[in-house]
């Protein structure tokens, strides 16, 4: 069974700092590029962040450059995306993808999908 667990979420005042974690089980870890992907309420699903299949290709959504990192650690079969300056408008559930292949998937055609972690970000 394919597990991604997502987690880190919360309550932050605006200018905060949040972790989210994605635990993955039930894949190779190392041969999948891990997508991030948000959904705001009243608004459709849009992609984030994505890392390759090692910590050094990442790429972030015009609207979170500069403030979101991504990382992995493909020994302990986790992604990380490092939250910063956080804005209310980064309010919205959190998921976590994986996506078979070295690069990055820029689109919500991925393999597998997690369950998701809520960021709110107060004014």
């Known amino acids: 069974e394919v597990q991604l667990q997502a987690s880190g979420g919360g309550l932050v005042q605006a200018g905060g700092s949040l972790r989210l974690s994605c635990a993955v089980s039930?894949?190779?870890?190392?041969?999948?590029?891990i997508g991030w992907f948000r959904q705001a309420p009243g608004k459709e699903r849009e992609w984030v962040s994505c890392?390759?299949?090692?910590?050094?290709?990442?790429v972030n959504a015009d609207s979170v450059k500069g403030r979101f990192t991504l990382s992995r650690d493909n020994a302990m079969n986790t992604a990380y995306l490092q939250m910063n300056s956080l804005k209310p408008e980064d309010t919205a559930i959190y998921y976590c993808?994986?996506?078979?292949?070295?690069?990055?998937?820029?689109?919500?055609?991925?393999?597998?999908w997690g369950q998701g972690t809520q960021v709110t970000v107060s004014s």
């Open positions: 039930g894949i190779t870890f190392d041969d999948y590029a």
């Open positions: 890392i390759g299949n090692d910590d050094t290709n990442t």
């Open positions: 993808a994986a996506t078979l292949g070295r690069g990055c998937l820029l689109s919500f055609n991925y393999d597998y």
